[in-house]
C-alpha cells in the first residue's frame, strides 16, 4: 500500500521537473511512510526517500515507517542540505502549503545553487482518493462518532447547555474508541445556531429551539465529520420550512455525486435550490470538504473548483442557511463515492427530529 501511494507521489517529480520534493506536511508524511509522530519531513527523490526526525522520534520511525531510510537530525535544514547538496541535485520541490517563509529562507541560504520551486495543493491531493483500508477506518469512525450522539440524544433537551451536550457526546465517543474528538465541537442553540462554528458555550437550550451540533471522532488517525440540526420541542412553522430547504439541497447534492461530476456542479445543485427559495445569500460557506488524515482536506467541494469526482473520493455534502438573530440549520454527512454514485458513512437520520 505504501509503495504505490509513494510511486503515486513520485510522479510528481516528472510534472515538477525536480530532483527532489521535500514534504513538510505530516498528515501526508503519514500518507507515504506511516510515522505517526509528530515532528519529521520527507525528502523523495526518484530512487531515494529520506526521512527525517529527531532524536525524540527515530526509534518509534524505524518501527512505524517502511520504504523509506530514518535519518536522524541534529539540525533540520543542515541535514536537507547534505542530502541534497550530495546529490547534485538542481532542483527541489517542496510542501509550499506546509512550509514557513521562515523555513523557505532557510532553505534558500543553505542551498544557494538550488532551485528552489514551490509545489501546491496538489501533493496533500495525493490523499483525496481513499483505498480499500483507509475506508474501512473511516467508516468505522463515522459510526463511533454517529453512534454516540444517537446515544446521548435524551440529554439534548430544555434546561441543558451546550457545553453538557459537548461534553457528554466526547464522553461517549471516548468509550466506543475513538482517539480524540475531531475538532472543538459545534453546539449551536436558538439564535447562536446563525453562527457556522458556534462552538458550545454556557447557554441553555430552550424549548422551541433548533439545536446543531457538528461533531466529529479520531479514529485510527482519520477523521469523521456530521452535522445535525435538531428541534427541542415543536418546531413552529418558519423552522420547518428552512430545515426542509437545506434538507432538499442536501438530498439533491448527495443524488448527484457519481465519478465524473464536476465539484462546482454538485456546490451548485444545494446552492441553486437554496437561492430559489430565497435564501441564496444565507448559504454563505462551501458545499463540502475532503476527510481522512485532516478534517479538511482536498478536494474541496465548491463552485470553485471545477475538478472532477473520482470513485474512492471521501468528502462531505454540507448546505446551510444561517440568518442573524433568528438562528440556522445546517446538515452534513461524509460520503464515500463508487462507481456509480455514493454510500454515506455518517449514519445520524437526517430526517427532522423532534426531541
Ligand atoms: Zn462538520
Ligand atoms: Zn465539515
Not at 67 to 81: D, F, H, K, L, M
Not at 293 to 303: A, D, I, M, Q
Request: charged share 20%; aromatic share 8%; net charge negative.
Amino acid at each position: 500500500m505504501l509503495k504505490d501511494r509513494i510511486f503515486s507521489a513520485r510522479r510528481h517529480l516528472q510534472r515538477l521537473d525536480a530532483d527532489f520534493i521535500i514534504f513538510f506536511g505530516l498528515s501526508t508524511i503519514r500518507y507515504l511512510t506511516g510515522f505517526t509522530g509528530s515532528s519529521g519531513l520527507l525528502v523523495l527523490g526518484i530512487e531515494e526517500a529520506w526521512f527525517l526526525t529527531d532524536s525524540r522520534y527515530t526509534t518509534q520511525a524505524s518501527i512505524e515507517t517502511s520504504g523509506c531510510t530514518v535519518i536522524e537530525y541534529r539540525s533540520q535544514i543542515g541535514s536537507i542540505a547534505e542530502l541534497v547538496k550530495g546529490s547534485n541535485a538542481r532542483r527541489v520541490a517542496f510542501d509550499a502549503e506546509h512550509t514557513t517563509v521562515a523555513l523557505y529562507n532557510e532553505l534558500g541560504k543553505a542551498l544557494p545553487d538550488v532551485q528552489l520551486v514551490p509545489a501546491g495543493k496538489e501533493l496533500d491531493g495525493l490523499r483525496a482518493v481513499k483505498d480499500a483500508e483507509e475506508i474501512g477506518i473511516l467508516t468505522a469512525g463515522a459510526a463511533i462518532a454517529s453512534n454516540a450522539l444517537l446515544g446521548i440524544l435524551d440529554l439534548i433537551k430544555p434546561g441543558a447547555t451546550e457545553h453538557e451536550i459537548a461534553l457528554a457526546l466526547e464522553f461517549a465517543m471516548k468509550q466506543a474508541g475513538a482517539e480524540e474528538k475531531a475538532f472543538d465541537f459545534i453546539v449551536a442553540s436558538g439564535p447562536r445556531g446563525a453562527l457556522p462554528h458556534g462552538k458550545a458555550s454556557s447557554k441553555v437550550l430552550a424549548a422551541g429551539e433548533l439545536v446543531t451540533i457538528d461533531f466529529g471522532a479520531v479514529y485510527q488517525g482519520y477523521f469523521s465529520d456530521e452535522t445535525v440540526t435538531l428541534a427541542v420541542g415543536t418546531p413552529d412553522a418558519r423552522q420547518q420550512q428552512i430545515y426542509a430547504i437545506v434538507k432538499e439541497a442536501h438530498d439533491l447534492a448527495l443524488a448527484a455525486v457519481r465519478p465524473g461530476a464536476t465539484f462546482s456542479a454538485l456546490d451548485a445543485m444545494a446552492r441553486d435550490h437554496i437561492a430559489k427559495e430565497g435564501y441564496g445569500s444565507y448559504f454563505g460557506h462551501g458545499l463540502g470538504h475532503g476527510v481522512g488524515l485532516e478534517v479538511h482536506e482536498p478536494p474541496t467541494v465548491s463552485f470553485r473548483n471545477d475538478g472532477v469526482v473520482e470513485e474512492g473520493m471521501v468528502f462531505t455534502i454540507e448546505p446551510g442557511i444561517y440568518i442573524p438573530e433568528w438562528g440556522g440549520v445546517r446538515i452534513e454527512d461524509t460520503i464515500v463515492v463508487t462507481a456509480d454514485g455514493c454510500d454515506v458513512l455518517t449514519k445520524v437520520p437526517k430526517a427532522l427530529q423532534v426531541l
